[in-house]
């Protein structure tokens, strides 16, 4: 099943002067699959993400997550979805300084009356998942950058969303560590996981499913 579809999906900023920063681009993205998105600073990327990721729509074309057509809801309700359905991985971690890795991972979640036993197992369950269940109590500041990158992870699973979506996850690492946040990919893409990952780093890309380019705002399927 298709968790993204894209039909004829495109993006103008309205300026002026207008900016066509995404032609209509058709792409199907199944359950699943890893795709890596690759393309030059300014090339329509972070405009590519923001529809993937429900923080923009469509100015043209149609946009269905998991069968939904974004551009048909709300914004509360588009919020919503999002929330539920999608996880978010970012360069900067992210991670609120003051509070633990358990804390930081349990303010990840979608609350609505889970009381806060379950919500603590449920980010156990998280922790565990990218091996950091013996460090629920550190502080950021007392963790390794991959470290606090595999807390990010974990905040982004914990609403099980049906996608992964990363911008430059290993952008802030040393190769060592990024090798290592990039097998933890691996490890959710062989459990199933959907990940879409945006990078600039073509050897980071070789390892997806598929490789997406955006160049100028044209979106192509390289493999
Ligand atoms: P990156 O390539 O690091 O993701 P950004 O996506 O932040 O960088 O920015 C890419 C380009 O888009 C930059 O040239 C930036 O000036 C431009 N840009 C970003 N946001 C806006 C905006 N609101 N209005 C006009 N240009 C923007
Ligand atoms: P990338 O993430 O690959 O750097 P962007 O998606 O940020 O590229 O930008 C694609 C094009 O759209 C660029 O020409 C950029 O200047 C322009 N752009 C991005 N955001 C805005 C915006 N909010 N308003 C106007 N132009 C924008």
Known sequence: TAVIEFDA??????????????HPADLVVESGQYVAVVGPSGSGKSTFLNL??????PSTGHYRLDGIDAGELSENH??????????????????????????NVMLGMLYQGVPRAERQDRALAALTEVRLAH??????S?????ERQRVA???ALVNEPSLLLCDEPTGNLDTVTAEAVLELFHGLHARGMT?????????VAERADRIVTIRDGRLEERR
Request: aromatic content about 6%.
């Open 195 to 203: 990940l879409v990952m945006v990078t600039h780093n073509d050897d």
């Open 52 to 57: 993937v990721g429900l923080l923009d729509v």
């Open 142 to 146: 007392q963790m390794s950058g991959g």
């Open 135 to 140: 460090r629920l109590l550190a502080l950021p």
């Open 9 to 22: 999906v495109g993006r103008t900023y309205p300026g002026p002067p207008p900016v066509a920063a995404l």
């Open 153 to 155: 992870v974990a905040r």
């Open 78 to 103: 588009r919020a919503a979805l999002r929330g539920r359905r999608i996880g978010f991985v970012f360069q900067a971690f992210h991670l609120l300084p003051h509070r633990t890795a358990l804390e």
